[in-house]
């Protein structure tokens, strides 16, 4: 090592919505970890703005909630399909978040606030971690004779700090008066005052345990690894308009899909700030006969194909706060991680069309599911062969984000069927079909991670294996994220999210469905598990350091289905209340299924196909996926469980 050479645990090369989020986890997780990017500034106006239930769900696990504060929620979707004349006119109306989905619903807020808040939480997460701009790498080495030592550095990666002139921040705007400036906050101007990092124009070299490629569709990490993109690359040109519209068309701050007879389609998203994105098909020949040269597109052009779509109602525009125009290219790599050391995660290894408001989604998501796992094994908890888990898991549903976008573009960009004997045209029935089949999927919500070391589906069989019991929660899905339902505090009464207790902060968590323990030989059951927990040779000994809290690896919830009044949380074993001198005893760990004062009854057992008497216990991972169901008396499955990949202290 040279003197200028440093070394870190994690390096992430961009800071996009994918790599703010692993540093996100990191951050929390307190693991030694440098993010740099290219651009001088994040991003200010235009690109991402859908949010779906899932991604608000681990944001809120963050106590991140200013998204779902600041943007507007989409509650309708209204289809507009020609009639017999031509003129279109509304077919439909629908939730555009199918009921009872999420505890949230699709919304939409661009992607400079995402960046935003990300960016403020790691200021008060400790603020360790800095974006360090205007930053590219140079060069990829990795030392492979050292890739099987967990301490080992074994990534070399050379930084390149550019001068201002190196560094020229496209925004993908170029509204010319000025409204660039137009999204931007109080709290976002700072961030176009440019600071001296005094590193300008030098080098440096710098190992790292693990590198993650965040770098974007253009991903200069996944060609440092030989990956390709493989898949469609259309000739269909979109064009995006982010403008505060004046119109006369009634729905214009609901979601629509607009197709009209034979001027294309036409999607309305009503954002925040009275904008409305218009996603506009652009016809495959130019304006002028040719083909389409996307660069010399103008917001102008892009509104004279909408007003076509539109008529007979009128549309215009004062204001533009962004435009662009793309060509739908579905791709996915054919490789996300080298030697577990090194990672890919967001647009870096998938691209699609962007109208069904994925690729934010998808990218947060893929950095979310790395970013405990990376933060586990750097930490010396678990296994490195967790991290393997990563490209099985999100390779897939790289897959799978793919053939839905395909089906969703085509049915997009088709031409309406004229009536039933049309059959090249797409039927209102069969469009619609799609729309709310895939609205599962496009919430993010359809996520079902296969048997792993991580996700036990089902009964192993043998002694010594995990005697997984999916019959004893049968509505509830192993390999999916756990839904939410309310719950009461024992304690207090209050109720509460059950995800509200499941915050991202790198524990595994036993949720103790307990069965009704006012009767004795279920409480009894109960306390046995206490004793277990408490005692020395228990998972919880085995895996929690000395000296550190009893919950900080493992943390376990009680939710009984007994009436609340009838149990007395003082009588209750202490390994399900500990106590912690400073602190107290802890109140927050045992719950009821019970109704509440004020909000109903969250019917969770039932929500989750528990017996009330029966119960089980359900294995939830750091990142609130079910891992494994066992039942209430199995303490030795959940050793096997964890001993598969935890490290004993
Ligand atoms: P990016 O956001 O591309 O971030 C990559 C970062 O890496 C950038 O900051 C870049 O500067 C940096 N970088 C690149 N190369 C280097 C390098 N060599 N060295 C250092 N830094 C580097 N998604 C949705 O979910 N919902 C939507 O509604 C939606 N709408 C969209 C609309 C449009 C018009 C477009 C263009 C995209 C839209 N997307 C949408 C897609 C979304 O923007 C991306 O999928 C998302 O930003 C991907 O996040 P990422 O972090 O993987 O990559």
Same mark, same amino acid.
């Given at each position: 090592?040279?003197?200028?050479?440093?070394?870190?645990?994690?390096?992430?090369?961009?800071?996009?919505?994918?790599?703010?989020?692993?540093?996100?986890?990191?951050?929390?997780?307190?693991?030694?970890?440098?993010?740099?990017?290219?651009?001088?500034?994040?991003?200010?106006?235009?690109?991402?703005?859908?949010?779906?239930?899932?991604?608000?769900?681990?944001?809120?696990?963050?106590?991140?909630?200013?998204?779902?504060?600041?943007?507007?929620?989409?509650?309708?979707?209204?289809?507009?399909?020609?009639?017999?004349?031509?003129?279109?006119?509304?077919?439909?109306?629908?939730?555009?978040?199918?009921?009872?989905?999420?505890?949230?619903?699709?919304?939409?807020?661009?992607?400079?606030?995402?960046?935003?808040?990300?960016?403020?939480?790691?200021?008060?997460?400790?603020?360790?971690?800095?974006?360090?701009?205007?930053?590219?790498?140079?060069?990829?080495?990795?030392?492979?004779?050292?890739?099987?030592?967990?301490?080992?550095?074994?990534?070399?990666?050379?930084?390149?700090?550019?001068?201002?002139?190196?560094?020229?921040?496209?925004?993908?705007?170029?509204?010319?008066?000025?409204?660039?400036?137009?999204?931007?906050?109080?709290?976002?101007?700072?961030?176009?005052?440019?600071?001296?990092?005094?590193?300008?124009?030098?080098?440096?070299?710098?190992?790292?345990?693990?590198?993650?490629?965040?770098?974007?569709?253009?991903?200069?990490?996944?060609?440092?690894?030989?990956?390709?993109?493989?898949?469609?690359?259309?000739?269909?040109?979109?064009?995006?308009?982010?403008?505060?519209?004046?119109?006369?068309?009634?729905?214009?701050?609901?979601?629509?899909?607009?197709?009209?007879?034979?001027?294309?389609?036409?999607?309305?998203?009503?954002?925040?700030?009275?904008?409305?994105?218009?996603?506009?098909?652009?016809?495959?020949?130019?304006?002028?006969?040719?083909?389409?040269?996307?660069?010399?597109?103008?917001?102008?052009?892009?509104?004279?194909?909408?007003?076509?779509?539109?008529?007979?109602?009128?549309?215009?525009?004062?204001?533009?706060?962004?435009?662009?125009?793309?060509?739908?290219?579905?791709?996915?790599?054919?490789?996300?991680?080298?030697?577990?050391?090194?990672?890919?995660?967001?647009?870096?290894?998938?691209?699609?069309?962007?109208?069904?408001?994925?690729?934010?989604?998808?990218?947060?998501?893929?950095?979310?599911?790395?970013?405990?796992?990376?933060?586990?094994?750097?930490?010396?908890?678990?296994?490195?062969?967790?991290?393997?888990?990563?490209?099985?898991?999100?390779?897939?549903?790289?897959?799978?984000?793919?053939?839905?976008?395909?089906?969703?573009?085509?049915?997009?960009?088709?031409?309406?069927?004229?009536?039933?004997?049309?059959?090249?045209?797409?039927?209102?029935?069969?469009?619609?079909?799609?729309?709310?089949?895939?609205?599962?999927?496009?919430?993010?919500?359809?996520?079902?991670?296969?048997?792993?070391?991580?996700?036990?589906?089902?009964?192993?069989?043998?002694?010594?294996?995990?005697?997984?019991?999916?019959?004893?929660?049968?509505?509830?899905?192993?390999?999916?994220?756990?839904?939410?339902?309310?719950?009461?505090?024992?304690?207090?009464?209050?109720?509460?999210?059950?995800?509200? #207790?499941?915050? +991202?902060? /790198?524990?595994?968590?036993?949720? !103790?469905? $307990?069965? =009704?323990? *006012?009767?004795? %030989?279920?409480?009894?059951?109960?306390?046995?598990?206490?004793?277990?927990?408490?005692?020395?040779?228990?998972?919880?000994?085995?895996?929690?350091?000395?000296?550190?809290?009893?919950?900080?690896?493992?943390?376990?919830?009680?939710?009984?289905?007994?009436?609340?009044?009838?149990?007395?949380?003082?009588?209750?074993?202490?390994?399900?209340?500990? #106590?912690?001198? +400073?602190? /107290?005893?802890?109140?927050?760990? !045992?719950? $009821?299924? =019970?109704? *509440?004062?004020? %909000?109903?009854?969250?019917?969770?057992?039932?929500?989750?196909?528990?017996?009330?008497?029966?119960?089980?216990?359900?294995?939830?991972?750091?990142?609130?996926?079910?891992?494994?169901?066992?039942?209430?008396?199995?303490?030795?499955?959940?050793?096997?469980?964890?001993?598969?990949?935890?490290?004993?202290?």
């Amino acid at each position: 090592m040279t003197p200028t050479d440093s070394e870190v645990d994690v390096l992430i090369v961009g800071a996009g919505p994918a790599g703010l989020m692993l540093a996100t986890w990191l951050s929390q997780l307190q693991i030694s970890t440098r993010i740099v990017d290219k651009r001088s500034t994040k991003i200010m106006a235009g690109q991402a703005d859908g949010f779906q239930c899932r991604t608000l769900e681990i944001l809120d696990s963050f106590g991140i909630d200013r998204v779902w504060k600041e943007s507007n929620h989409m509650l309708e979707v209204c289809f507009w399909n020609p009639d017999e004349n031509g003129v279109i006119r509304r077919t439909a109306r629908a939730p555009d978040t199918p009921k009872g989905l999420s505890r949230f619903t699709e919304s939409v807020l661009h992607q400079g606030r995402m960046e935003r808040f990300f960016l403020d939480h790691l200021k008060e997460t400790g603020d360790r971690i800095r974006v360090e701009r205007p930053v590219v790498p140079s060069l990829l080495q990795v030392d492979e004779s050292e890739i099987k030592n967990p301490s080992a550095y074994p990534v070399t990666l050379k930084l390149q700090h550019l001068t201002d002139e190196q560094a020229t921040p496209n925004q993908g705007n170029n509204v010319p008066n000025g409204l660039f400036r137009s999204n931007l906050t109080a709290d976002d101007t700072d961030d176009l005052i440019r600071k001296s990092s005094g590193k300008e124009g030098t080098e440096e070299t710098i190992r790292a345990k693990y590198v993650v490629g965040c770098d974007g569709a253009h991903s200069w990490t996944r060609k440092q690894l030989g990956f390709k993109m493989e898949g469609e690359h259309t000739e269909i040109i979109w064009g995006v308009l982010d403008v505060v519209p004046i119109t006369d068309f009634p729905d214009i701050r609901v979601r629509c899909l607009i197709h009209s007879a034979s001027a294309g389609s036409l999607m309305v998203i009503p954002r925040e700030k009275r904008v409305v994105r218009l996603y506009i098909q652009l016809k495959e020949v130019g304006f002028g006969g040719g083909a389409v040269d996307r660069s010399k597109v103008t917001p102008e052009q892009i509104l004279k194909a909408a007003q076509k779509i539109i008529a007979p109602y009128k549309l215009e525009y004062e204001q533009c706060d962004w435009f662009t125009a793309y060509q739908i290219a579905q791709r996915v790599s054919d490789g996300f991680e080298k030697f577990d050391r090194i990672f890919l995660a967001g647009d870096a290894v998938h691209t699609h069309s962007p109208k069904a408001g994925q690729g934010q989604n998808v990218s947060i998501q893929d950095a979310y599911n790395l970013g405990w796992k990376i933060g586990m094994v750097a930490r010396g908890q678990a296994s490195p062969e967790i991290l393997k888990t990563y490209t099985t898991e999100r390779q897939q549903i790289a897959k799978d984000l793919i053939a839905f976008d395909q089906k969703f573009s085509k049915l997009f960009s088709g031409r309406p069927a004229k009536d039933v004997s049309d059959e090249t045209g797409i039927s209102l029935e069969e469009f619609r079909n799609v729309f709310h089949q895939g609205a599962v999927f496009a919430a993010g919500l359809s996520v079902d991670y296969g048997p792993n070391i991580l996700v036990v589906k089902e009964d192993e069989g043998k002694e010594g294996t995990v005697r997984c019991r999916p019959d004893l929660a049968d509505k509830l899905k192993i390999g999916m994220r756990l839904p939410s339902h309310k719950i009461l505090n024992q304690s207090d009464a209050l109720a509460i999210e059950l995800q509200r #207790l499941l915050p +991202s902060d /790198g524990r595994f968590r036993l949720v !103790v469905f $307990a069965g =009704d323990i *006012s009767k004795p %030989e279920i409480y009894s059951r109960y306390e046995k598990l206490g004793d277990y927990l408490a005692s020395k040779d228990s998972l919880i000994s085995s895996y929690t350091p000395q000296n550190s809290p009893r919950d900080s690896v493992i943390e376990v919830l009680t939710v009984h289905s007994a009436k609340r009044t009838d149990i007395e949380l003082q009588s209750l074993p202490e390994a399900f209340r500990p #106590l912690d001198k +400073s602190k /107290g005893w802890d109140y927050w760990k !045992v719950y $009821a299924d =019970d109704e *509440s004062y004020h %909000e109903g009854h969250g019917k969770v057992y039932e929500n989750f196909g528990i017996d009330r008497d029966e119960g089980c216990i359900v294995v939830v991972r750091p990142d609130g996926y079910v891992a494994a169901t066992v039942s209430v008396d199995d303490t030795q499955s959940l050793e096997t469980y964890f001993g598969r990949f935890m490290i004993r202290l």
